[in-house]
């Protein structure tokens, strides 16, 4: 035991653009397939707290990029905001980045995903047309109604970047804080909002979709998930087919979530991400196989894993940093003492409102699942 | 992105003596938690290549012992070969050693636990007694016939230390390559082993068994494991018992492993380990809590997790290295073409015969889990 151990050659080296709770999840689920995985961030990222190699640099700076992929096999995403052009030369320097810099593209220009969707594909989503300004806002809903949903083109996330506005003042308003041009799309009456997430391998082209899962927004996030989702099994089932079917379409490499809205009996794709999803952290505990390992495997082009629930019900929810600035961590053990409940802490300082962790459970029906996740969340959250 | 994040405080920081794959899956486990794990070892050691937090030194050096504790909040082990002594002078400095020295050393000193188990607590252990020389062994098998099981005292594990003597001379050979004094069993007619996990916390005494499960050795190696164990529900439940009854008499602190030999109607304990264990790896994909999570829960004195299965059976088969010196990891891709197998490799180097790492397998019983688990192993070996 004194001696120094020859440690064995990784299996494969991943890198990720960015090391926030995605990778780190990442990491996690990679140690146990030999897989080594370097990060693009900051120095204290959570992916690098909880072990992956860190390449200090950003998303936007070429030489950065180019740094983490001389380092690895493949590489992927923790977020959206990698810079186009950056990635386009990366990929022409023969850089595998998967998925590809045009398949990324659809969850980093929201109206070009609009006219891929909805106009090639042939895909449904909700009406929607560029606007520059309120003039164009108004004939948008002399069609649709208001109010009209207003949507910056980049950079929204978590509910940022959307503005609903019921008339024309507040479409000015919109405009000027979300820039021009931007994406305005018909309100859809939303019964319940659903999201599937669907692997496709690099190579192979094998693909696999997840139950779909019910998301429950608060503030525009997705804060709690119900797995399966509670709708009936026919729509169910159109949802599955609809994300297999897109994956496909754009000839995805990795793991795609789509999320949806039903309408009455309609289906209408809202957002894509193009990495592992805050809607498909219910599958670390709830699945045969998590989203995060099923990414790596995706991206390297491994066989897929086998995405089928270890019980009837599971539930997720978020948690945020409490208003009074305490930090969850410091509540770990009490909520541990609820029966079934997963805790996992992404490693980062507590800030009101910041997504700290989330809590996963199993049950044997929907609401046993979700009662135990948000009771322990609430503990977390310094609520109980 | 740019900027430095700001880490979140651990919730506990927990030293582990060695850092080994026993060690390796404990940081994984911790880190959703929020635990940073350190651990006692030489550079490259496999918990290390994760991500845990590196001390370098050795077991049996006190000052090394002390520099670990003076990192963590609670020191706990990867395996049984602290020096027993160091272990007390640390103990003696208010160092918070889960299990303690004396509790530990049942795993240490087998004629010590054959004492304490089969004296003071009268608990189930096959006939024994210390032997010097050939003359003891040979009055030893007159009671209890031949041949006669002989054990080296200490430093022994996965059937190294272990000899099955058929007569005086073998006897003798047995002596010579053990040391003496040695431990002379008498030999059972085992039907089947068995193996018991049982976690105690700190400070609480709360305490929880996981379901019994059945081990199958190879070389007098654990190779195998079956859970549920395949034996009657009143003799697994006997077990089950015992395992409890043992860590509340032994006043654990952390994880047991008690391993059982059933011999007809008759259940006789074989070895303890006080550290998480290889039958206990089946819990990892197997059941709501992995024995690595509730091995960190214990020795910190927080909440047990739920020990139920997730299916109706699971299984877990080692990966050894193929006598051609072949890295299994370069087959990994392979293995995971079998579906529903969960690869759990510990990033050592290949080598002939060493244990490089496991599969887990859930089934609708114990033969389909058994078989998915048995065929990426040995895909992994390169055997197919």
Redesign the interface.
């Known amino acids: ?11 494969a080296r991943v890198g990720i653009i ?1 090391g926030g709770q995605l990778a ?2 990442s ?2 689920a990679g ?4 897989i080594e995985t370097h990060v693009l ?6 992916a690098e ?4 190699r860190l390449v200090v640099g ?2 936007d700076r070429l030489d950065d990029l180019a740094r983490l992929a001389r380092r690895v096999d493949v590489v992927t995403f923790d ?1 959206e ?1 990698a810079d186009r052009a950056a990635l386009q030369a990366l990929a022409a320097r023969g850089v595998a980045i998967r998925p590809g810099p045009e398949v990324k593209h659809l969850a980093q220009d929201k109206l070009h995903a609009r006219r891929r969707l909805g106009g090639d594909l042939g895909l449904p989503v909700p009406a929607f047309t560029s606007v520059q300004d309120v003039s164009e806002v108004r004939a948008f809903a002399a069609a649709h109604g208001w109010p009209v949903v207003l949507k910056a083109i980049s950079g929204g996330y978590d509910g940022r970047g959307v503005r609903i506005a019921a008339d024309v003042a507040e479409a000015e308003a919109a405009l000027a804080a979300l820039g021009r041009p931007a994406l305005a799309e018909a309100h859809v009456a939303i019964d319940t909002e659903l999201s599937v997430l669907v692997a496709r391998a690099a190579g192979t082209g094998e693909s696999r979709a997840y139950p779909v899962v019910e998301t429950l927004q608060q503030d525009g996030i997705c804060h709690e998930v119900v797995l399966p989702a509670r709708v009936p099994g026919a729509l169910a089932a159109r949802a599955h087919a609809l994300a297999l079917e897109l994956a496909e379409a754009i000839g995805l490499e990795g793991l795609l979530a789509v999320e949806l809205f039903v309408a009455g009996d309609e289906l209408l794709i809202n957002e894509l991400a193009l990495r592992p999803h805050n809607s498909g952290h219910v599958t670390l505990d709830g699945c ?1 196989t998590s989203q995060f390992e099923q990414h790596l ?1 995706a991206v ?4 897929l ?2 995405t089928r629930p ?2 009837p019900a599971a539930a997720m929810v978020n948690v945020l940093g409490p208003a009074d600035g305490s ?1 969850p ?2 509540r ?2 009490r909520a ?2 609820v ?2 409940a ?9 800030r009101p409102g910041r997504k ?2 989330h809590v996963t459970a ?1 049950g044997a029906d929907a609401d046993a699942a979700l009662d135990a996740a948000r009771t322990a969340a609430r503990i977390l959250e310094g609520e109980r």
């Open positions: 035991m004194s001696r120094v151990s020859a440690p064995a050659q990784p299996t960015g780190r999840m990491h996690a140690t146990p397939l030999g961030d900051a120095p204290g990222a959570p707290a909880a072990g992956a950003t998303a977020h905001h045969v495997r390297l082009g491994w066989p894993g086998a270890v019980a930090d961590g410091h770990v053990a541990l003492a029966e079934g997963h805790v996992h802490l992404y490693g980062k300082a507590p700290l962790g199993l």
